[in-house]
C-alpha cells in the first residue's frame, strides 16, 4: 500500500537537499519523478481525487493505520509537498504544474484553516467513525513558521515537556524512545530550532536568511555549520556570520520583515572563518 508520508515527505526532502546543494543536475535527473510522484494523489481513488488541495481520500501512513477524512497529519505533508513542487516547478519553467500547485496549495491551506481549526488546534475530521481527535504526530508543522502565535506556544510547552523527561537524570537526553530506540522520528526536533532564529539557506540562490532576532544562534545547511550573532543600532542590523566547519557561499544576507544585502561577488567562507554584513 502507498505510504502518504512516503511519498510527499520524499518531494520535500528532493527540495530540501537541491536547496541545500546548489545541484541543478540532480534537480534534472529527478524532475519528472516527483511531478509523478505528486500526481499520484489525483488519480482515481487517489488521496485529493477532486483536486481540491484538501486530503479526502484513505490515507497510509508510518502510524500503520489508515486516516479517513481531512486531518491536520497528512495535509500539512501535502502542502508542504504542493509548495516545493510549485518551486521546482517554477525554476524548471513548468508553468502549468506550478500554477496548479500553488492553486491547491491556497485552496487547501483556506479550507483546512477554515474548517479544521476549532480555535485551539487543528483537528481530524474522521468520516468513519464520526468523532474528533489529535493524535499526537498531527502536531508535526504546527507553529514552525511564526513564533508569535499560539501554535508556536504549544509546541514550546511540547518540547519543554520532553526535555524534562529526556533531563539525563530520569532518561538520556540522546535516546528519546519511540518505536524501540535510536528512532529517526526524534529528528523532527529540528525544525524547533529553525522556528526561532527564522535560518534558512538555499544553495541554488545562494540566500542566508535569519528572522529579525537579537543575539547568538546556532546554524547549519547540511554542508557546514557555525554561530550568528546579530545585533540591533538604529536603522541597521549587523550580522556576524562564525563558520566552525565546512564552506557556505553567500550573495546575498536577508533579515525577514527588515531588509537585505546582495553582493556583486559571491562570498565565501571556510572553516575557522568570520565575516560580518550590514543589512540597512
Known sequence: MQNFIGEDGSIIKLFREWQLSGDDGFLKELYPK?????????IKGGWDVDQDGVMEGVQHNTMDVEYYGPNPQMTIWYQGALRAKEEMAGYKKDAEMASKCKKLFLNGSKWTDENLFNGEYYIHKIVVPEKEYIPREQLVGMGSADYGNPD??????????????????????FDEAECGHHYGRAMASWSALLAPTGFHYSGVTREL???????????????????????????????TLNVLNGGIDISTVTIEGFGSSSFKKTRSIQTGGKESFTIK
Open 34 to 42: 516527483v511531478k509523478s510522484a505528486l500526481s499520484y494523489s489525483w
Open 152 to 173: 508556536y506556544q504549544l509546541g514550546l510547552t511540547c518540547i519543554s515537556n520532553i526535555r524534562n523527561r529526556y533531563d539525563r537524570r530520569k532518561r538520556s537526553p
Open 209 to 239: 536568511k535569519f528572522s529579525d532576532i537579537k543575539g547568538t544562534c546556532f546554524w547549519s545547511n547540511g554542508y557546514a555549520y557555525g554561530t550568528a550573532t546579530i545585533s540591533q543600532t538604529g536603522g541597521t542590523r549587523l550580522l
